[in-house]
């Protein structure tokens, strides 16, 4: 079994309080360009028909982040396992060439990760490299990374998903996931490191787990937020169900259920509030209601009025133009959502169940709204042209990359390091540009859609706004106090 390895071991960093344990997970990776990173070789020397410039950048794209100089220490805490760490791609395309694979699975990324302040990182590394020769080494070439880049030392591996052996593809399966656990437990053992020994239940989707952690609003922190703003204002069940209801979710109180469960106007499933948190419990939220009181809070009779500032402001208005088009579209609706202005408190939990199911892709829209502006794009036409010229600009560059690529490998000296800065450069304005087509895509699939929400939104609040004023209507006959005694009284 051929290792090579390229470590050396200088520097020990500190690790967080977040992973209590050494866990292990393991994805796919297909040909796309969904994170592109550029890399400092040239395409075209590995050219393989069978596999795309995607499939390429794909498999490159997962080896960077996992090899990535200023997460592994100068990536001295990176070894190969039947493969050089140097000339990993490359060697991983000639196996699938000489298999003739052409899977669209190009390779497969998978993390171990230790319990905070338990290991140093040539021991976190020394176990992460056992654990590759133990779980691939008979069959598969595997890269293996330790990042020292935040406080938790972690473990990444890059796998093939073609064995150089035999010509197999790796299964990313249940019982293959199992064994990769308790191969990275028995190791922790012989290590003295913790291991999750009774795991329970499943794990939060990194997406929602990171939203969480930057404080953005998710479907779970919203639906808490109207849990506890429709308990604040309740007195009974009926009340509590009543708030809820106002607000777009349905409670099912049913007897015959062990736990209560809630759903919102647009879910597909319900949601069982016992999984909100300790506070949502169906006990700990009759004793919440229980906790409030029908007793009349005194309160003065007017609050003091804030002090209003006056402007004013030369010339008209009338001729002012409104802002319409692709840029007045996303505006409104970062309006709506709550992006704009900036500083606005927004109740999350009121919001329009089709503005809910937006909140977790409030950055992307955000980002989306900038680029309108910033180009000042309000049409179709517009956007697509916009996107033209960064495509133009994109292969005019990737020409002139693969140029200074062939040039580098004839020069040397301080000539080779302006070529390098001037690449460099190249690819940080390609990953810009990348990420620009990117949203200009997101644009062009997303617009139709917002206006068709605004549209049912515009709809349903002047619904809501009739039936406002018919109740109020209502009440105002029913509480008319010249209309004759129909009981013949006095």
Known sequence: MARVSNRNPQKVSAAPQGILMAVC???DVRGRLDHPIDYAENPAKTANPKYTEADLQAMVDVMEYATNKNKTEQRFFVTGVNCDPTTARDEMMITKAGWSDTSEIVCYHGFQSFKHGEVTPEQAHEVGVKLAERMWGDRFQVIVATHLNTDCLHNHFVVNSVSFADGMHYHDNKANLRLLRQRSD???REYALSVIEHPSGKKKPYALYQAEKQGRPTRDNVARQAVDEAISKSFTLKDFDRQL???GYRINFDPDRKYWTIIGKGWQRPKRLYKLGE???NDRIMERISENSYAV????????QPQVKVYRVKGSLKNAKKMGGLRGLYLHYCYKLGILPKGRKQNYARLHYLLKDDLMKMEAI???TRLLCRNHID???QLCSYKGSLETEMSALLQKRKELYSKSRRISGEEKEAVKAELSDISGRLKIIRKEVRMCE???ARSDTLKEKLQTIRADEKEQQRKELMKNEHRRRSGRTNRPNELGGL
Not at 297 to 304: A, G, I, L, V
Request: net charge negative.
């Open 297 to 304: 809070k005194f309160q003065s009779f007017s609050e003091p």
């Open 366 to 368: 955000t980002l989306e």
């Open 25 to 27: 997970e393991i994805w």
């Open 186 to 188: 028995e190791l922790c």
């Open 279 to 281: 506070e949502y419990t």
């Open 245 to 247: 209801a106002e607000m």
């Open 379 to 381: 049409t179709a036409e």
């Open 442 to 444: 997101g644009i062009a």
